[in-house]
């Protein structure tokens, strides 16, 4: 089946590791997105990126990274500088500019 | 710039009722696309509806119905005789071409439809 698949679905870190988080598509999607989604603030954008070795910041990009070096595959990186990581990350992918995206099941980050 | 506004944090409404979802948006395009998606408890997000913003007709889908105004700059959705399954949180989300990649979302309105 064709679709977006995030993994871990639970992933509980120590303060102070950094944590990669799996996206990975097989739609041949050129478009990725890495979005936090906290209690009440909806989905705000993390990072984003439109072609392989090329990535662009989103809204709140302190204390993550990304790469792209594979169309299939975006993983996000919460670092040790992300003040506040505990939240729901969700991927998602879309194939040009101005069609719907569609979104994996997310990772639900806990760190204590 | 971009951004979206759903004033409604939450509503709750008796089964078989009619709700409507309001989405408010702002841009400086002219080329832009408005979508909603919904988020069961179980938490991915399922695409419902994308509208561009050169096509104002309403739409209808089953007991889904979206209304756009350009001259409101809203995009609201209405569901007509609800059900328990239509309990989500739902989201109106904005894309603007010409300008960058991003999809900017509302926070999102979560619908209780009580038995």
């Known amino acids: 089946d064709g679709g977006i698949t995030q993994s871990p679905k639970y992933l509980f870190r120590k303060e102070g590791q950094n944590v990669t988080l799996s996206c990975e598509q097989n739609l041949n999607h050129d478009a990725m997105y890495w979005y936090r989604q906290d209690p009440g603030q909806g989905l705000r954008l993390i990072y984003y990126?439109?072609?392989?070795?090329?990535?662009q910041k989103g809204d709140i990009a302190e204390g993550y990274s990304v790469s792209r070096e594979k169309k299939e595959s975006f993983p996000l990186t919460v670092t040790s500088a992300q003040k506040n990581p505990t939240a729901f990350y969700l991927c998602a992918s879309r194939v040009v500019r101005g069609t719907e995206a569609f979104f994996g099941q997310g990772t639900r980050l806990t760190v204590v | 710039a971009q951004k979206v506004t759903q004033a409604q944090t939450e509503i709750s409404v008796v089964e078989k009722e009619d709700v409507t979802l309001d989405c408010v948006y702002e841009?400086?395009?002219?080329?832009?696309?408005l979508f909603w998606y919904k988020q069961p408890p179980s938490g991915e997000l399922v695409f419902l509806i994308r509208r561009n913003s050169f096509d104002e007709q309403n739409e209808i889908s089953g007991r889904y119905s979206w209304n756009f105004q350009k001259s409101t700059s809203s995009f609201n959705f209405t569901i007509t005789a609800s059900q328990v399954v239509d309990s989500a949180v739902y989201f109106c989300a904005l894309s603007a071409p010409n300008r960058d990649d991003k999809i900017i979302f509302g926070k999102g309105t979560r619908l209780h439809i009580l038995p």
């Open positions: 841009t400086r395009d002219t080329t832009y696309y």
């Open positions: 990126s439109q072609i392989v070795n090329d990535f």
